[in-house]
């Protein structure tokens, strides 16, 4: 295999981890064994003590499951990247391999609801403080800074109002404070951006979303140095939310075709949201590729498309939103993202659905909102139906 350094994404995401066996199979082998056999009493030691590599058991190593990091790895240019059950796994992992008690977190108030509450139920019992930013201003996160801060975490474009953080202005902030930057990559995959390239420290990845893109199975990854990666190694291997080998080899299938696919989730978005701004029971509109964005000129430096979330606010509050929800004929009523198939969804009633008004207001989930994940299904045809409950 020729070094990643000179290869580009598109090769990569088909090329990079390729699994072959003597029978020289084309697409990756898949390898559905929880253990692996020794030919003597010596190998077993060896092994086991690190003295030979060598898989022993899928908890710890799988070949499938090491393809699928060596190509999330390259494409993100990382030296490594480790894959867990699921994005929250992942998290999971990073946070126990990286927080002790009495440190201290600085993250986004534009969270993945799930991650918040890893955060404020789980981490805080075992006396890790957190308190959160806003994405848009790097001078908020300065100002978060406690002596014992020892992580930030964001996630760029925001959920679902597609805020765009400045991950390069962060990066500087966390490092002139020593702590480390990690990004939830999920939204633009590294097709669309790579966190690491910018200074971030880690990049987590909810595979579940564009990675495989079909919605089929649930994956995850922590990515970065190898150094800084080694303890979230440790961590899955003790504690088991590991890849099964069946979703890590989907997950390469879905990769093959990620470059292209994202680039045409990008095009129908921009498509949709250029539609939406004009029409006029739509209040506003939120797509980071629309000029009209606060961050639009961010994004563009920092991502290579505006991504595959739209949002749009409609006149009327709640009850207009719920007639276009309830609509849709074509487009899948479910909170998922990530997929060939459009989805749509209200935030304030569902995903955002439990926290009290006062703190939807705070962090702007008003009534009107809804949040599309554009799919590869013609425009026309989405616009049509999206048509529907507008009228
Ligand atoms: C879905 C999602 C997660 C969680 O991933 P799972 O695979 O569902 O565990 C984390 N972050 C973001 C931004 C997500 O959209």
Not at 285 to 293: A, E, W
Request: hydrophobic share 45%.
């Amino acid at each position: 295999m020729q070094d990643f350094d000179e290869l580009h994404p598109d090769t990569l995401a088909i090329r990079a981890g390729t699994l072959r066996t003597e029978f020289g199979e084309h697409s990756d082998a898949m390898y559905l064994t929880s253990s692996f056999c020794v030919g003597s009493a010596e190998e077993a030691s060896l092994k086991f003590t690190n003295q030979i590599p060598g898989h022993i058991y899928s908890r710890f190593t799988n070949p499938t499951v090491e393809a699928f990091e060596t190509r999330l790895a390259a494409l993100e240019g990382a030296e490594r990247a480790v894959a867990t059950a699921s994005g929250m796994s992942a998290i999971l992992a990073l946070g126990m391999a990286h927080l002790k008690a009495g440190d201290h977190v600085v993250a986004s108030n534009g969270l993945f609801g799930a991650t918040i509450q890893m955060f404020n139920t789980y981490f805080t019992r075992f006396g890790v403080e957190v308190s959160y930013a806003a994405p848009t201003d790097p001078a908020a996160w300065a100002t978060a800074v406690r002596p014992n801060t020892k992580l930030f975490f964001l996630e760029t474009p925001s959920n679902p109002l597609t805020e765009v953080a400045d991950i390069a202005a962060i990066a500087e902030v966390a490092h002139a404070n020593g702590a480390l930057l990690a990004v939830d990559n999920c939204f633009c995959t590294p097709i669309l951006q790579q966190p690491l390239k910018l200074g971030a420290d880690f990049v987590v990845h909810s595979a579940t979303k564009y990675l495989d893109g079909q919605g089929r199975v649930l994956g995850g990854a922590v990515v970065g140095s190898k150094a800084l990666l080694e303890p979230v190694y440790l961590f899955l291997r003790t504690a088991g939310p590991s890849l099964s080998p069946f979703n890590a080899w989907v997950l390469l299938k879905g990769m093959e075709t990620l470059p292209i696919r994202m680039r045409a989730h990008c095009d129908n978005a921009l498509k949709l949201a250029q539609w939406l701004q004009e029409q006029g029971q739509v209040e506003r509109v939120f797509y980071p590729g629309l000029s009209s964005h606060p961050q639009h000129a961010l994004a563009a430096r920092q991502q290579k498309g505006g991504g595959g979330i739209v949002s749009f606010e409609v006149k009327g509050g709640r009850e207009a939103a719920w007639r276009v929800v309830d609509a849709v004929q074509l487009i899948s009523r479910t909170a998922n993202l990530g997929d060939v198939r459009s989805t749509i969804t209200h935030p304030a009633s569902t995903t955002h659905g439990r926290i009290t008004p006062e703190a939807r207001a705070a962090a702007g989930i008003r009534e009107g909102l809804i949040r599309i994940s554009v799919g590869l299904e013609d425009i026309d045809d989405l616009i049509a139906d999206l048509q529907r409950g507008l009228n």
